[in-house]
């Protein structure tokens, strides 16, 4: 097989196996790239975070209110 065709089927699979995992996640089974947002991008959102809160010193009754929203969300789901 000619690498041009060994490289167009390696991404046919890939573009496959993305579609599967999709169909799968809507399903609820899996969590992939377009289920619920993680919501915090790591460690780098904590130290951006911080820094809003030092240039802004008033952004940080809104970082908290939507702290307690995700808390309320995630409570809320786990009691159903």
Do not use: C, N, Y
Not at 27 to 50: D, H, K, N, Q, Y
Request: negative net charge.
């Amino acid at each position: 097989m000619p690498w041009p065709l060994a490289i167009l089927a390696v991404v046919v699979g890939l573009v496959a196996l993305d579609r599967l995992a999709l169909w799968m996640a809507s399903r609820g089974w899996i969590r992939w790239r377009r289920s619920e947002p993680s919501g915090g991008g790591g460690a780098m959102a904590g130290v951006l975070t911080e820094f809003q809160q030092i240039v802004e010193p008033g952004v940080r009754h809104v970082i908290e209110d939507k702290q307690e929203r995700h808390a309320r969300a995630d409570e809320d789901a786990g009691q159903t």
